[in-house]
């Protein structure tokens, strides 16, 4: 076995904020709210549903996708029980993925 390139980084050093922040403008929420499932949205393999955990290597690990899962089910629109908008139709589809393997 060969490594050419091993990189390592320890989160304990990374910055993080002290507090949270507040948003003063509660209008720009629906926006952000699409931005972010339309870049989950993007991580999904279209062959198998799936949604990437990790772009850098393209991983796919359960507990994402059992996120992906809930987040959009919970955001995405159903009517009588079947997928009514491009965030539910994904849910769907990874759902009957994990369903069916």
Do not use: C
Not at 7 to 28: C, G, L, M, N, P
Not at 80 to 91: E, G, L, R, V
């Amino acid at each position: 076995m060969v490594i050419k390139n091993l990189v390592s980084d320890s989160a304990d050093y990374w910055e993080r904020t002290a507090d949270f922040e507040t948003i003063k403008d509660s209008s720009i929420l629906t926006e952000i709210v699409k931005q972010t499932l339309d870049a989950i949205l993007a991580r999904q393999n279209n062959n198998t549903g799936l949604f990437y955990t990790w772009l850098q290597d393209k991983s796919s690990y359960l507990y994402g996708q059992g996120l992906v899962l809930k987040i959009l089910s919970n955001e995405g629109t159903w009517v009588n029980s079947k997928p009514d908008d491009k965030y539910a139709m994904a849910a769907e589809k990874l759902a009957l993925f994990l369903a069916e393997h």
